[in-house]
């Protein structure tokens, strides 16, 4: 059974950091490309960043693109989200997710495996 468990979630000020991360479970970790997603309420997931399996290749979405980055340990199992700079815009509940394909890296529903989400709220 494959679990992703998000952890790392909470309130902040603009301005400050967190760290999340993911935890994943039930597979062999390094055969799957890593991402995080975000959702804000009355807004469709979006793309946040995505790693592939061995970590030399990272993607980013233009709007966190020199404020956050995606590393993994394939030795933990764990995939992290540092976000710096963060802003009230970046106000969501944050998904990670697993693919073993990398090509659509971006795109939600080219994953197969996701995580509950962790509440990321930054005030102004």
């Known amino acids: 059974q494959v679990q992703l468990v998000e952890s790392g979630g909470g309130l902040v000020q603009a301005g400050g950091s967190l760290r999340l991360s993911c935890a994943f479970s039930?597979?062999?970790?390094?055969?799957?490309?890593m991402g995080w997603f975000r959702q804000a309420p009355g807004k469709e997931r979006e793309f946040v960043a995505a790693i592939s399996v061995s970590g030399g290749n990272t993607y980013y979405a233009d709007s966190v693109k020199g404020r956050f980055t995606i590393s993994r340990d394939n030795d933990k199992n764990t995939v992290y989200l540092q976000m710096n700079s963060l802003k009230p815009e970046d106000t969501a509940v944050y998904y990670c997710?697993?693919?073993?394909?990398?090509?659509?890296?971006?795109?939600?529903?080219?994953?197969?495996?996701w995580g509950q989400g962790t509440q990321v709220t930054v005030s102004s």
């Open positions: 039930g597979l062999t970790f390094n055969n799957y490309v």
């Open positions: 997710a697993a693919k073993m394909v990398l090509t659509g890296v971006r795109v939600a529903s080219m994953y197969k495996y």
